[in-house]
C-alpha cells in the first residue's frame, strides 16, 4: 500500500468537503491497493515546527477531557484508522476491516511490520489491549463511546476482532479518533499514570520533554509508518499565543505557527506572514445546566435562544470571520438538518414574551461563566439577554479551571466554550447529549434521542437511508435539549517560514509540510 498526499485543498470548497465530513478529516490518504505499507520512514527531515496553539489536558487520549486534545494526541499517536476529506473512515493502522453479516463482529486487520516509537512491535495483541484499557479502565473518558463492545481479541499478529453486544455500525469511523488512538501497552501495563506526562504511542512525532502549561519537545519518529512524508525533524508545541502579542511573536521567531483571532488578520497580513483560514468543525456554544436555576424552567431555555443575535456575536469575537450555526453539525453534512436553518433566528419579542408566559415579571438572575475567551463577545450576551429580562451577571475563572468546573464537576448554570466535532456522529451526540456526555452539563437524556440512534447506529453509513435517521437525531437533540449553538468558527492561522497546512476540517496534520 503506497502513501500520497490528499489533493491540494484549494479543490476542497465548503460543501464538497462538508457534505460528507464526521470531523476531523486527515491530510492524508491511503491509497487501496493492497501490498505492503511504506513501513519504514527514514529519519532524515530538517528544520523544527514551532506551533503555538494549544497544550492537551493529559497525554493519554483515555483520560484527555477536552476534544480539542486530538489535535496534540495525533501528533503522538495513530488511531486504528482515519477519515479521508469527504469523512469516509479509511485506513490508518488498519489497512482493512469488515463486519460480519449479523452487524455485531467487525474484524480490523492491521498493517504488516508496525511500531511504536520505541521500536516494540505494534500487532493486534496490542491493539486488542489498548481498545480493551480504554474501554474499562477506571476513570475514562472514552469507556462511554465503547459500550457496545462485548469482547475484543486478537487473531493472529494482525486480526483484531470487536464483537459487540449489538448492532453497530459507528466503529470505524469512532476509532478514527482519541477512541482508536493505540497506547502501547508495555507502558500502561508499568505505570499508565507516566502517559499524562509521557506519551507512548506510534504517531508521526515523539515527545522528548514535556513541562506542564508551558511546552512539548518532540522530535521526528523514525518508526512512523509514513515517516517519509514528515519533513521536519523536530516539533515544539505551546500553548495558544496572548492575542495582544501573537503576531509579534510570530515575526520574532519565537513561533513560526501560531493560531490567531479574526482581529489579528490584518495585523498579520502587515507584518508580512502568511495567513491561512482553515474549515473547522468547531462550534460556538453555550453550555446550559438544565438542573441549574434559572435554566430549570425550559421557557428560559428557549427565550435564551431566541434572545441572542448570533451575527452580532459572531462579528464581536471573530470579527466577523464564520457562520451563524443552530447546531452541532455545518450545513452540507450528513447530520445537518436543513429544517433548523433558522429554529432560533434571533427574536427578542418572542424571547420576552416565552417569559412573560411563564409569569416571569421581574428580570431573571443568571449568572454566565466565562474562561476569559472573547470577553467582548460574553459582555454582549449579557447585554442582549438583559434586552428580554434576564439579568446575567458574568463570572470569569482561570482557562484552566474551565475543564474541571464545567464538565467534570458540572457546577456552572451557563458556560462559553465551544465543540470541537467528533469523528462518529453519534459520537457527537454522546458527548453533547448522553448521559455520560462529558458536555451534556446536567446529564439529562431523552429516550426519544436515544431510539433514534439506535437506528442510526444498526444502519450502514452508506446505506441510502442514514441521513435522514440522522437529520431526524439532530431534530431531536437540537430542540429538546438546552444546549445553544451560536457560530462556527474556521481555524486562522500565521505562518512565517512554514509551507502552507492542508486543509481540514478540524484536526491538523504535518505530512508534508515543510520549513525553510
Known amino acids: 500500500m503506497s502513501f500520497r498526499s490528499r489533493p491540494p485543498a484549494s479543490n476542497l470548497n465548503r460543501r464538497t468537503f462538508l457534505g460528507a465530513s464526521l470531523g476531523a478529516g486527515l491530510i492524508v490518504a491511503l491509497e487501496a491497493c493492497g501490498g505492503t505499507s511504506s513501513g519504514t520512514g ?9 506551533w503555538a496553539w494549544q497544550l492537551p489536558t493529559t497525554w493519554d487520549p483515555v483520560t484527555s477531557s477536552a476534544g480539542s486534545d486530538v489535535q496534540m494526541l495525533a501528533l503522538a499517536y495513530d488511531p486504528i484508522t482515519a477519515l479521508d476529506q469527504q469523512g469516509n473512515a479509511i485506513p490508518w493502522l488498519a489497512e482493512s476491516w469488515k463486519y460480519d453479516s449479523s452487524g455485531k463482529k467487525v474484524t480490523f486487520t492491521l498493517r504488516p511490520g508496525l511500531k511504536f516509537s520505541d521500536g516494540s512491535p505494534l500487532d493486534a495483541t496490542a491493539v486488542a489491549k489498548s481498545i480493551e484499557r480504554g474501554r474499562s479502565q477506571d476513570g475514562s473518558l472514552i469507556a462511554p463511546q465503547m459500550k457496545t463492545i462485548q469482547k475484543v481479541s ?43 506526562t509521557q506519551p507512548a504511542g506510534s504517531g508521526p512525532f515523539q515527545v522528548t520533554k514535556y513541562t506542564q502549561n508551558d511546552h512539548a519537545s518532540a522530535k ?12 521536519v525533524d523536530a516539533f515544539e508545541l505551546y500553548p495558544q499565543a496572548d492575542p495582544a502579542t501573537a503576531v509579534a511573536a510570530v515575526q520574532s521567531g519565537q513561533y513560526n505557527l501560531a493560531r490567531i483571532g479574526g482581529a489579528q488578520v490584518k495585523q498579520a497580513k502587515d507584518a508580512g506572514l502568511d495567513v491561512q483560514i482553515l474549515e473547522s468543525m468547531f462550534v460556538s456554544v453555550l453550555d446550559v445546566h438544565a438542573g441549574k436555576a ?11 435562544k431566541f434572545a441572542l443575535d448570533r451575527e452580532k456575536i459572531k462579528e464581536v469575537a471573530n470579527f466577523g470571520i464564520g457562520d451563524v450555526n ?13 429544517a433548523l436553518a433558522d ?11 416565552l417569559l412573560a408566559d411563564a409569569g416571569y415579571t421581574k428580570p431573571v438572575p443568571a ?9 467582548a463577545a460574553v459582555e454582549l450576551i449579557q447585554a442582549q439577554l438583559k434586552e428580554v429580562g434576564i439579568e446575567v451577571t458574568i463570572e470569569t475563572i482561570p482557562q484552566t479551571q474551565h475543564t474541571q468546573l464545567v464538565y467534570i464537576e458540572h457546577s456552572k448554570a451557563l458556560a462559553y466554550d465551544g465543540f470541537a466535532g467528533r469523528e462518529s456522529p453519534v459520537q457527537a451526540f454522546q458527548v453533547l447529549f448522553g448521559a455520560e456526555g462529558l458536555m451534556n452539563p446536567s446529564r439529562q437524556s431523552n429516550p426519544d434521542l436515544e431510539a433514534q440512534l439506535k437506528k442510526v447506529k444498526e444502519t450502514p453509513t452508506d446505506d441510502a437511508g442514514y441521513p435522514a435517521l440522522l437529520q ?3 431534530r431531536i437533540a437540537v430542540t429538546t435539549y438546552p444546549n445553544t449553538f451560536l457560530y462556527l468558527t474556521p481555524s486562522i492561522i500565521a505562518r512565517k517560514g512554514v509551507s502552507a497546512l492542508p486543509k481540514s476540517p478540524s484536526l491538523r496534520r504535518f505530512e508534508g509540510v515543510s520549513t525553510s
Open 42 to 50: 527514514s529519519a532524515g527531515g530538517s528544520g523544527a515546527i514551532k
Open 154 to 196: 486478537a487473531s493472529g499478529a494482525l486480526d483484531v476482532v470487536v464483537e459487540l453486544k449489538e448492532v453497530d455500525y459507528q466503529y470505524p469511523l469512532l476509532f478514527a479518533g482519541k477512541t482508536g488512538m493505540v497506547v502501547n501497552p508495555a507502558v500502561f501495563e508499568k505505570d499508565a499514570a507516566t502517559l499524562a
Open 220 to 231: 521526528k519518529n523514525a518508526n512512523f509508518f509514513a515517516a517519509d512524508e514528515i519533513k
Open 294 to 304: 434559572p435554566f430549570n424552567d425550559p421557557a428560559v431555555v428557549e427565550a435564551l
Open 326 to 338: 443552530y447546531q452541532p453539525f455545518p450545513p452540507g453534512y450528513v447530520g445537518y438538518n436543513p
Open 343 to 353: 429554529v432560533y433566528a434571533h427574536n427578542p419579542d418572542k424571547a420576552r414574551q
Open 367 to 375: 449568572k454566565l461563566t466565562s474562561s476569559g475567551f472573547a470577553p
Open 472 to 474: 431526524e437525531a439532530t
